[in-house]
């Protein structure tokens, strides 16, 4: 049998043991001993190592500083199923990097790159108004796809 310990910090700035222990079943003099033995883990050698000490924060520790609001699949840790940021108590984010955190979820949310159950559009310009320009491209988009003076034109679907 293998049984995981309740020992689990809900912090992500831990990198505790997984606490898997193996039980072992024995008899002595009529009595059933049970034993639990610690067990190490499969991924023992692919943990990636800090840069930094442990108290860093998550992002500070692996070195990602310099995060964009495309980087989806890592500002999806930060966040709730409802699409909120989760606080900084509970991420163990420091103060600069949960703003930032907290700034492009905003500008993934906004981009519709990540869900958000509450934002709806209350005007019709704010359904185009979603291009951060963060880019370092110099790129000549073109001319738009759609007119946007023809887009504003036409009723809202309902």
Known sequence: WVVRSTAFSRSLRTTAAVGVKEIRERQEDG???????????????????????????????????????????????????????????????CRKQHKLVGRLVYEAQRTGLMHKDEHVPKERWQELNNYFGRTRLKIDFGKPLIDIAEYLKKPPKL
């Open 31 to 93: 009595v059933t001993i049970y034993e639990g033995i610690n067990v190490d883990s499969p991924r023992k050698g692919l943990v990636v190592k800090p840069r930094h000490n442990s108290t860093a924060c998550p992002l500070c520790r692996v070195g990602l500083t310099n995060l964009k609001y495309t980087d989806v699949l890592i500002l999806s840790q930060f966040v709730d199923s409802k699409g909120n940021q989760l606080p900084a108590s509970v991420t163990g984010l």
